[in-house]
């Protein structure tokens, strides 16, 4: 991976990925106040921290125990089979098993109440509550089928890590640059958002296209490692949301006074800190996090 590409390309992938995935977004929203969101985002952040130690290392060890795999995915249930004893191995299995499916169907869950609430709904307002779960588990049926259906095309990539990367990489950007923008720009608006989400899919799929059909059209664009695509698709998304934003009628002040971030916020804010203890301060906890994985950083660098 080039340094650039890590020092630009995944800040974006993890900010979509933590930051506004419904995936992740709706375990949040689940706390019981805004403290309980906090700590428990900041405790997500604490447990990659020993990845290194319970992914990293155990596929370097694999690699070395197994060098003729033909593929670096085959590292870790060849490992499990022929390392551990029967019974520690279903418990493993269990937990896998359990881990994926519990990722699949908050994934589908979050899929399903998008379409659901943010277009059937708004598309048809009349609907009760028992039509919109209905139509919700169909929406879960026909993205499962659109799953298995585009499954089979993930063994054309080296690795199912370079896979999701990758995907993230040509998805993110434009998602990014919208709550960038939103947050920090008052003058955005939905239009300038809207166009913009728009926009960054256009270039996205020509990006695909590029890349994975026809390579000769672009070549610079076709081999550019893909952690640099994503500051390309950002760029991109943004010079088409700033001037829509700009041509099109601002937002009323009222309307994005709460959501877009100031010093007001960061002021009232330490104030409500003031008077909690130190070891619940989640900007001391932050600072904590950041500290540990720096010496982590510098130690294995």
Excluded at 48 to 60: A, D, E, N, Y
Excluded at 93 to 98: M, Q
Aim: glycine share 8%; charged share 10%; net charge positive.
């Amino acid at each position: 991976m080039p340094w650039l590409g890590l020092v630009i390309g995944v800040p974006l992938l993890g900010f979509y990925f933590w930051g506004t995935n419904q995936f992740m977004v709706q375990r949040v929203l689940s706390a019981k106040n805004t403290n309980h969101g906090r700590w428990g985002a900041l405790f997500a952040g604490v447990l990659k921290l020993p990845g290194l130690f319970i992914v990293v290392f155990p596929g370097i060890i694999g690699r070395m125990l197994y060098p003729n795999l033909p593929s670096p995915d085959l590292i870790y249930p060849t490992m499990l089979f022929n390392l551990l004893p029967v019974g520690i191995l279903g418990i493993v299995l269990a937990g896998l098993i359990a881990a994926i499916s519990s990722s699949i169907s908050a994934t589908l869950n979050s899929a399903s109440t998008l379409m659901t609430m943010d277009f059937v709904s708004n598309l048809k307002p009349g609907l009760t509550p028992k039509q919109l779960v209905r139509t919700g588990q169909i929406f879960t049926g026909i993205f499962v089928i659109i799953s298995a259906a585009w499954s089979p095309l993930i063994a054309d990539f080296s690795s199912l890590f370079k896979y999701l990367q990758m995907v993230l990489a040509l998805i993110s950007p434009p998602v990014v640059a919208v709550f960038l923008l939103g947050l920090f720009w008052k003058r955005s608006n939905a239009t300038g958002a809207f166009t913009g989400l728009i926009g960054g899919f256009i270039f996205t799929l020509f990006t695909v296209y590029v890349r994975f059909i026809n390579p000769a059209a672009f070549p610079w664009l076709a081999h550019i490692q893909f952690l640099l695509v994503a500051p390309v698709l950002l760029a991109v998304t943004t010079f088409i949301i700033v001037p829509i934003s700009l041509l099109t009628p601002p937002p009323p002040a009222e309307s994005v006074a709460e959501y877009t971030w100031s010093r007001k916020f960061f002021r009232e804010e330490s104030l409500m800190l003031k008077g909690m203890s130190w070891y619940k301060n989640y900007r001391y906890q932050a600072i904590a996090a950041l500290v540990a994985t720096l010496i982590l950083v510098y130690c294995f660098r």
